[in-house]
């Protein structure tokens, strides 16, 4: 810069604030830095700006799992708003393993990152406290456990309450509940709300048709045979997430369970477009991440402005026919 300063004849300010597009330098004197930049081919040191602002024009983003489409939306609309303020994005996937959470968050943070946003998959967040002060953090999906943080969540309760009272309205009393890592508070909330939702029809939960930690394909097809072969089997299912509920279509299908309704909680890839459609609580992961990203640059920005620390998102039903009867036989293909 001190170079460009040199030939223009101009201070390395003068330099910064034409690389900057300041509407109020002189022409003659943008004129003359211009040249002087395309001359030199003059490209600003990141690093060494790091250094003088104590941190670096960059978010971290940990999620469970990066490819998974919910996930992936929030990172997404992350790095659409963080390019509008040139800022870089550093994501990683922080598995299943909620012991590993701290190790890689504490990878980012030593970046000296302008913020973070997590989902995450631990479930005490107390680590985070020495961190919190000087990097503007924020939870997103899940709410924090162990310190005061923002976060914006969905209404999983409420969505699972709206989902469970679908199947019941359909006639079902024998609703089974399929989910994952029962440890973090989404899936807990989601189960408490449809256990609500049978409460408030005087109906008890019946624990033989809870079944969590459904990881992967394999477990919900294990899971489904296990939940039809009781004596007394489900005649509906509410899964308790996107993955678990594109892991159990197949299963369903393989297992031609065709008088079962299900409706999954979040949409998914093509889940308007499996045998049959499916039924689902419309979450608006991109709106958790703009949500997010704008809730950082304002507390980088206004650092003491009062903020609403958890906020809750709608969500909203999406009927498609995997809750109407014999709706696997009836989308399936028929051989003659």
Same mark, same amino acid.
């Given at each position: 810069?001190?170079?460009?300063?040199?030939?223009?004849?101009?201070?390395?300010?003068?330099?910064?604030?034409?690389?900057?597009?300041?509407?109020?330098?002189?022409?003659?004197?943008?004129?003359?830095?211009?040249a002087?930049?395309?001359?030199?081919?003059?490209?600003?040191?990141?690093?060494?700006?790091?250094?003088?602002?104590g941190?670096?024009?960059?978010?971290?983003?940990?999620?469970?799992?990066?490819?998974?489409?919910?996930?992936?939306? =929030?990172?997404?609309?992350?790095?659409?708003?963080?390019?509008?303020?040139?800022?870089? @994005?550093?994501?990683?996937?922080?598995?299943?393993?909620?012991?590993?959470?701290?190790?890689?968050?504490?990878? #980012?943070?030593?970046?000296?990152?302008?913020?973070?946003?997590?989902?995450?998959?631990?479930?005490?967040?107390? %680590?985070?406290?020495?961190?919190?002060?000087?990097?503007?953090?924020?939870?997103?999906?899940?709410?924090a456990?162990? =310190?005061?943080?923002?976060s914006?969540?969905?209404?999983?309760?409420?969505?699972? @309450?709206?989902?469970?009272?679908?199947?019941l309205?359909?006639?079902?009393?024998?609703?089974?509940?399929?989910?994952?890592?029962?440890? =973090?508070?989404?899936?807990?909330?989601?189960?408490?709300?449809?256990?609500?939702?049978?409460?408030?029809?005087?109906?008890?939960?019946?624990?033989?048709?809870?079944?969590?930690?459904?990881?992967?394909?394999?477990?919900a097809?294990?899971?489904?045979?296990?939940?039809?072969?009781?004596?007394?089997?489900?005649?509906?299912l509410?899964?308790s997430?996107?993955?678990?509920?594109?892991?159990?279509?197949?299963?369903?299908?393989?297992?031609?369970?065709?008088?079962?309704?299900?409706?999954?909680?979040?949409?998914?890839?093509?889940?308007?477009?499996?045998?049959?459609?499916?039924?689902?609580?419309?979450?608006?992961?991109?709106?958790?991440?703009?949500?997010? =990203?704008?809730?950082? #640059?304002?507390?980088?920005?206004?650092?003491q402005?009062? %903020?609403?620390?958890?906020?809750?998102?709608?969500?909203?039903?999406?009927?498609?026919?995997?809750?109407?009867?014999?709706?696997?036989?009836?989308?399936?293909?028929?051989?003659h």
């Amino acid at each position: 810069m001190q170079d460009v300063a040199a030939l223009a004849r101009v201070s390395a300010k003068t330099v910064s604030r034409v690389y900057n597009d300041d509407p109020h330098v002189d022409p003659d004197t943008r004129a003359r830095v211009t040249a002087a930049l395309e001359s030199l081919n003059y490209v600003p040191n990141t690093i060494a700006t790091s250094f003088r602002a104590g941190h670096t024009a960059a978010v971290g983003v940990a999620v469970p799992d990066i490819a998974d489409p919910f996930f992936a939306s =929030i990172a997404r609309a992350i790095e659409d708003r963080a390019r509008q303020n040139d800022m870089a @994005v550093f994501i990683t996937s922080l598995g299943t393993d909620g012991a590993a959470e701290q190790g890689l968050v504490e990878s #980012l943070l030593r970046r000296q990152l302008s913020g973070l946003i997590i989902a995450p998959t631990g479930v005490d967040h107390e %680590y985070l406290k020495r961190w919190i002060g000087r990097t503007p953090t924020v939870f997103v999906d899940r709410a924090a456990n162990g =310190i005061t943080a923002d976060s914006f969540v969905d209404d999983d309760h409420g969505g699972a @309450v709206i989902a469970t009272e679908h199947l019941l309205a359909k006639g079902h009393r024998r609703i089974a509940f399929i989910g994952d890592n029962s440890d =973090i508070p989404t899936t807990r909330n989601r189960l408490a709300g449809y256990g609500d939702a049978l409460a408030a029809r005087d109906l008890t939960v019946d624990d033989a048709l809870v079944v969590t930690g459904v990881m992967d394909r394999g477990e919900a097809v294990t899971a489904l045979r296990d939940l039809m072969a009781l004596e007394d089997p489900p005649t509906a299912l509410f899964l308790s997430n996107a993955r678990v509920a594109m892991d159990c279509v197949p299963g369903i299908q393989l297992l031609r369970l065709d008088d079962v309704a299900f409706v999954g909680f979040g949409d998914f890839p093509l889940a308007d477009a499996v045998c049959p459609p499916v039924t689902v609580i419309d979450q608006n992961p991109a709106e958790l991440g703009r949500q997010a =990203i704008e809730r950082i #640059l304002g507390r980088i920005e206004h650092p003491q402005r009062r %903020y609403r620390r958890r906020n809750v998102l709608d969500v909203e039903l999406v009927v498609r026919a995997s809750c109407s009867p014999g709706a696997v036989s009836a989308a399936r293909p028929h051989r003659h």
